[in-house]
């Protein structure tokens, strides 16, 4: 009982410090998520709520950068993920799949240019919790993956005048993913999930963001318009498709730091070890999963405790 006991407060307690450094690398997009809803409370003023949202959004990516939520190379990608999603949305909002219904100075084609910062928002969240969590991919199929999230993201534009593929490019994605494991560190113990599970978790939590994100008036979907409404079921899906285009972005851009987020070697195995085999020791707070053979040189390896 005793034994039991000890195991259910350490659980506990590693998923209190999980919910922590998820907040920590939510900061940006709360922060985001907060400005905008609090733009809704201020008083009639000669500049348009969408042109002070993107104000506060550029602020705020500075303040991040300032404060060290985002590295110099994080703060690039962000960039390139809000161009990607300002893409995305003038093709969306053309084909009236949501809208922007105030005026603004800084509209192009219907789209805000703050729109983009709902995407970049999604990057920092990748970003950090690289760099927080220690993520490290293991039988990752970089092209395989990568083909699949780019075929998503263009479903989601061909689907209104062709047939959609969203299902069998899902079954595409778990082909591309099976085998793929996400390491990532709790405090000091390190723990494993199947890729695609933690594309369909990130999808849920962003279908809950963007229940709040419309409630605030960030955009509105066409059955919104006359009044708030819960964002449909079926946008969990998508969401869950679509953080791969995100991931992808984030991890070709990120390579290009040598030994940034590379895939971990397995120890020799069989009749082949040799006699000084690495012996394991815990992984020091702020490294991966490390040991030292008994030459004293260190070794990497992809054995994670799952616990």
């Not at 407060?9 to 209190?16: A, C, P, T």
């Not at 100075?105 to 999604?122: C, D, E, H, S, W």
């Not at 919104?224 to 679509?242: D, E, Y």
């Amino acid at each position: 009982m005793r034994r039991r006991g000890r195991g259910l407060r350490h659980g506990m307690g590693q998923l209190v410090l999980f919910g922590v450094v998820q907040a920590r690398c939510c900061a940006f997009a709360v922060a985001l998520l907060a400005g905008i809803a609090g733009s809704r409370l201020l008083p009639d003023l000669p500049v348009a709520r969408y042109d002070l949202v993107l104000a506060y959004g550029v602020l705020l990516t500075l303040v991040a950068r300032k404060a060290g939520w985002e590295t110099r190379r994080d703060t690039a990608v962000i960039a390139v993920c809000h161009v990607v999603g300002l893409l995305f949305e003038l093709v969306k909002v053309r084909m009236g799949s949501w809208s922007y219904p105030e005026d603004a100075l800084t509209k192009i084609a219907g789209v805000p240019l703050y729109g983009g910062f709902m995407y970049a928002a999604v990057a920092s969240y990748v970003c950090r919790a690289r760099r927080l969590m220690r993520l490290r991919f293991t039988r990752y199929r970089a092209a395989a993956t990568t083909l699949v999230a780019a075929a998503v993201y263009v479903n989601f534009f061909t689907h209104h005048w062709m047939p959609d593929l969203r299902w069998p490019l899902a079954l595409a994605m778990a082909a591309a993913t099976a085998g793929t494991w996400v390491g990532f560190s709790v405090g000091t113990h390190r723990y494993r999930m199947p890729l695609a599970v933690s594309f369909v978790l990130i999808g849920f939590f962003l279908w809950v963001a963007e229940n709040a994100a419309t409630y605030a008036g960030a955009w509105s979907y066409p059955q919104q318009l006359t009044g708030w409404q819960p964002v449909p079921l079926t946008k969990f899906g998508a969401w869950s498709l679509l953080i791969s285009v995100t991931f992808v972005l984030v991890e070709h851009l990120a390579a290009a730091r040598p030994g940034h987020g590379a895939e971990a070697r397995p120890l020799p195995s069989g009749p082949r070890r040799r006699p000084d085999a690495a012996r394991w020791v815990p992984s020091p707070p702020g490294t991966g999963p490390v040991g030292a053979d008994r030459a004293g040189r260190t070794v990497v390896s992809d054995s994670f405790k799952t616990g």
